[in-house]
């Protein structure tokens, strides 16, 4: 088994853990409603996530890949709680790209305009690539400040510990990671960080 499968292995495992836990905390203080979306296109998910964010969901968790019926989605679960008082309005942005420094550059552009990291997840697009899919949440009750945003994509796994030592160095927080196809050609490990 690769490097990367391995690595990839470690970080669903982690990833399903931190959901089972978010989940659990929030279910033991009331009811929650749930709801999917589903779509073959990136282009229309920002619409549908921020048509369930105007009924009052907010986003939980994505993931992308084959669904039942054989075709490629990008699923995204959504979530109400039964009391969402003091919830400001909230809108999301979907970034999806197989050029790394374009995702870097559109996160940032948006961390500017008020919006936040929250998801990444690797879409396989009708052209033929993986892309990297990036979604990010603006809520108007938030008054966080302005977020830098830092994109390492790397072939190899000890760059990207290497790199990973140095954005931590310098304030980073890793968020998310990912294997896409990006515009080097390769499968590429994908690091999105963070810096407040």
């Known amino acids: 088994m690769s490097t990367i499968k391995r690595f990839t292995g470690r970080v669903l495992l ?3 853990a931190n959901l089972a836990m978010s989940v659990s905390a929030r279910a033991a203080d009331g009811s929650l409603d749930y709801r999917i979306l589903a779509t ?18 907010r986003f939980a968790k994505a993931m992308g890949g084959k669904s039942a019926n054989g075709g490629e989605e990008v699923i995204v679960a959504m979530m109400k709680e039964a009391a969402t008082a003091g919830q400001g309005t909230l809108r999301y942005k979907l970034l999806a790209t197989t050029k790394t420094s374009t995702m870097q550059k559109e996160m940032q552009r948006w961390a500017d305009e008020g919006y936040e990291y929250v998801e990444q997840t690797v879409f396989q697009s009708a052209f033929g690539g993986r892309e990297v899919v990036v979604i990010m949440e603006a809520d108007s009750a938030r008054q966080a400040p302005r977020s830098t945003y830092q994109l390492l994509a790397t072939t190899k796994t000890s760059t990207m510990q290497k790199e990973l ?19 080097m050609g390769g499968d590429e490990v994908v690091a999105v960080l963070r810096k407040n």
């Open 14 to 16: 982690v990833a399903a």
């Open 165 to 183: 030592k140095e954005a931590g160095a310098q304030g980073y927080v890793l968020l998310g990671l990912t294997i896409g196809k990006t515009e």
């Open 40 to 57: 073959s296109k990136t282009s229309t998910m920002e619409k549908e996530l921020n048509e369930a964010a105007a009924g009052g969901y």
